[in-house]
C-alpha cells in the first residue's frame, strides 16, 4: 500500500506536466486557427468578387499575422493566383507590390504555422 502511495505522489506531477502542455498546444493552435479564419474573412471583405475565392494556403505567425496564398477571378473573369498579409484589419495584397512586399518580409519570412486544412474546411 505504501509503494503504490508513494509512487502516485512522486508521478502525479509528472502526469500533470505532460497534461497541461497537451492542452496549452490545444489552446495554442485553436488561436491560430481563430487567426486565420478572421484574416481570410478579412480579405475576402475587401475582393471585388468574393464568391470567385479560393484559398490555397494560409500560415499564421505567434503575432497573428496571416500569410495567405489565394486564387480569385478578377473583374474580367480571369482566375488568378495573389498572395496577401493580413495584420488584424489591415490587408497588403500582392496587386500593391511595394507595400505588400515590405509586409511579406516583415511578417512572412519567419516561423509560420500551417493552418490550412482548418481554414480551407470553413471557406
Not at 505532460?18 to 498546444?25: D, G, H, M, Q, R
Not at 485553436?30 to 494560409?58: D, I, M
Not at 495573389?82 to 505588400?100: N, W
Amino acid at each position: 500500500m505504501f509503494n503504490r502511495f508513494t509512487i502516485w505522489i512522486i508521478a502525479s506531477p509528472f502526469i500533470l506536466l505532460v497534461l497541461s502542455s497537451l492542452l496549452s498546444e490545444n489552446a495554442q493552435a485553436h488561436a491560430h486557427h481563430n487567426a486565420g479564419y478572421a484574416s481570410v474573412a478579412t480579405l475576402k471583405s475587401q475582393l471585388a468578387n468574393p464568391k470567385a475565392f479560393h484559398v490555397e494556403q494560409v500560415r499564421v505567425t505567434d503575432a497573428g499575422a496571416a500569410c495567405i496564398q489565394y486564387s480569385a477571378r478578377d473583374p474580367s473573369g480571369m482566375v488568378g493566383r495573389a498572395q496577401a498579409v493580413v495584420v488584424g484589419p489591415e490587408v497588403a495584397r500582392s496587386d500593391s507590390p511595394a507595400h505588400f512586399h515590405n509586409a511579406w518580409d516583415r511578417h512572412c519570412l519567419g516561423q509560420s504555422y500551417d493552418v490550412t486544412e482548418a481554414v480551407g474546411r470553413f471557406f
